[in-house]
């Protein structure tokens, strides 16, 4: 799912193919990558304040810092 698009490669590929259907698959693969990491971003996020919570919760102080660090490397990447 590490897939990098850009406009310039999308206008490349739809000029090789002049097929409009196959402009529109490219897309919808596009389109697709993009909402499946923008779920699963939003799931790690979730999880790892759920994690923090219980981190709190059992006052474990390294489990915390783990926690809040992957969370904040994440936003970082936003």
Do not use: C, P, W
């Amino acid at each position: 799912m590490e897939n990098n698009y850009s406009y310039a490669e999308f206008l490349k590929a739809v000029g090789k193919n002049s097929s409009s259907l196959q402009a529109e698959k490219l897309l919808n693969e596009i389109y697709m990558d993009l909402f499946l990491k923008h779920i699963h971003r939003e799931q790690t996020k979730k999880r790892l304040v759920q994690l923090i919570d219980d981190a709190l919760d059992r006052r474990d102080e390294e489990a915390f810092r783990l926690y809040t660090e992957s969370l904040a490397k994440l936003k970082d990447n936003e």
